[in-house]
Each structure stands twice: as structure tokens, then as C-alpha cells.
């Protein structure tokens, strides 16, 4: 089992920013996808950002060119930078692991931190 912890969630204004942590622990193996999912009142659980171990990223559309996801697998943790937020990325953020293999499938999520973009 993997546990994830996240934190950095808040109150910020409009064109403010945040920076969201994910800390993981427990049975962590290689070859892993990290990412970050949202969910708005009345909304699905949208992907925002992901990440593998390697580096490689994929953004929605929603958060490209403001957000930027990156980790540091020393400490198994997960970011994601949010520039110039909007009322509309209001939602729980929540910190996802995720790993396919031939014999197992894994996927986890955290608590969920609430961000609010208002003035």
C-alpha cells in the first residue's frame, strides 16, 4: 500500500500562486506515474498534471503554460506549481500514484487539499 499526504492547499487571490506537496511512503516500486487530479463541486475528477520517474510530463489543457508538475524521487514526493491561478481552479486537488505492471496494478490517491482562488 502506498499512503499519500498532500499539503500546500489555501486561500488565494486571483493571478496569485501556490505550490502543492505530496509527500509518499510506503510499498513505493520504480517505473511509477505521479500526478495531480482536481474536483470542482458538480465536476468529475479531471487529470491536471502528470509525471514519471524519468521526467516526462503531460499537462490538460486547463493548466498549461501556468502550472508546472515536477519530483523529486529521493524523497518520493510530488509538486505542482500554480502561477496565475483563476476563480475556475477552485477545487480539491488531489495527489495521484499510479503503476502497471504485468502481475499488479496500483493506484492510490490522497486525502485531497482544497484550493480557493477568490478576492
Known amino acids: 500500500q502506498v499512503q499519500l499526504v498532500e499539503s500546500g492547499g489555501g486561500l488565494v487571490q486571483p493571478g496569485g500562486s501556490l505550490r502543492l506537496s505530496c509527500a509518499a511512503s510506503g510499498s513505493i516500486f520504480s517505473s511509477n506515474v505521479m500526478g495531480w487530479y482536481r474536483q470542482a463541486p458538480g465536476k468529475q475528477r479531471d487529470m491536471v498534471a502528470t509525471?514519471?520517474?524519468?521526467?516526462?510530463?503531460n499537462y490538460a489543457d486547463s493548466g498549461k503554460g501556468r502550472f508546472t508538475i515536477s519530483r523529486d524521487n529521493a524523497k518520493n514526493t510530488v509538486y505542482l506549481q500554480m502561477n496565475s491561478l483563476r476563480p475556475e481552479d477552485t477545487a480539491v486537488y488531489y495527489c495521484?500514484?499510479?503503476?502497471?505492471?504485468?502481475?499488479?496494478?496500483?493506484?492510490?490517491w490522497g486525502q485531497g487539499t482544497q484550493v480557493t482562488v477568490s478576492s
Open positions: 495521484n500514484y499510479y503503476r502497471r505492471s504485468l502481475n499488479t496494478r496500483d493506484d492510490y
Open positions: 509525471i514519471t520517474e524519468g521526467g516526462s510530463t
